[in-house]
């Protein structure tokens, strides 16, 4: 970042700081950020280090406990789980007249759901949100039963989540399972045990299968993408 952009960058965190006067305009203003962030998920990172930047510069109201980051992991959690009831009422938008209504909802939905899971995953990659928050998403998305095979909404939103937290998950520390401390290493070995497991289903599109391949083979990889050397800097 050259000089003339790093203080507009830091003039606008003044700026966004100042303006949050009231519990309800940083309510305000982190919905703003968040809904750009996620609109725009090639630009994850940069929003990602944006509340970083902002997390403890933006005021705290003792008399609601209400803060930035709280305001934000809140919204994150309400988008990820109003996920499968915005499913449910697409799936009930099945009139001829409601057609293009139902498209344009689902691919907004989409949307919404691949940038929350990006803009998590970058936050949890700059310390923001716990491993233990992390891990519940991947197990929600792989659900329950290793007997039923997730929706390919799900299977695609988990491929392109462990592509973000994959390596970060392998080197973590232990995390808190429901019967002791576990190598997050190792929970994430049976995150792609069961990903191997599902590929070979005959019923998933080969759209999916190649995602999940390719997640197996990039990990496999040590995480470095096919074709650049571990120094690449491409």
Not at 66 to 88: H, M
Request: hydrophobic share 35%; net charge positive.
């Amino acid at each position: 970042m050259d000089q003339t952009a790093e203080q507009k960058y830091l003039a606008l965190i003044s700026h966004l700081t100042r303006s949050c006067i009231t519990s309800d305009i940083l309510k305000s203003v982190t919905t703003l950020i968040f809904d750009k962030a996620i609109l725009e998920p090639t630009f994850c990172p940069m929003y990602a280090q944006l509340c970083c930047d902002i997390c403890d510069k933006m005021p705290t109201f003792p008399s609601s406990k209400i803060t930035f980051k709280r305001v934000l992991l809140n919204t994150i959690q309400n988008v990820f789980e109003g996920t499968d009831e915005l499913s449910n009422e697409i799936r009930k938008m099945n009139a001829p007249d409601q057609e293009e209504e139902r498209r344009d909802t689902e691919r907004l939905s989409k949307l919404r759901t691949l940038g929350n899971l990006r803009l998590c995953g970058e936050l949890f990659l700059k310390r923001k949100i716990r491993g233990k928050i992390v891990h519940h998403i991947v197990q929600k998305l792989l659900g329950d039963d290793e007997k039923m095979c997730p929706s390919e909404e799900n299977l695609e939103a988990v491929c392109l989540f462990l592509k973000t937290v994959g390596k970060k998950l392998d080197g973590s520390e232990s995390v808190e399972s429901s019967l002791s401390l576990t190598s997050s290493k190792l929970v994430n070995d049976v995150y792609f045990r069961r990903l191997e497991s599902l590929s070979p289903r005959p019923q998933m599109s080969m759209r999916i299968k190649f995602m999940i391949r390719n997640i197996i083979d990039l990990r496999s990889n040590h995480w470095i993408p096919a074709g650049k050397s571990p120094t690449s800097t491409l």
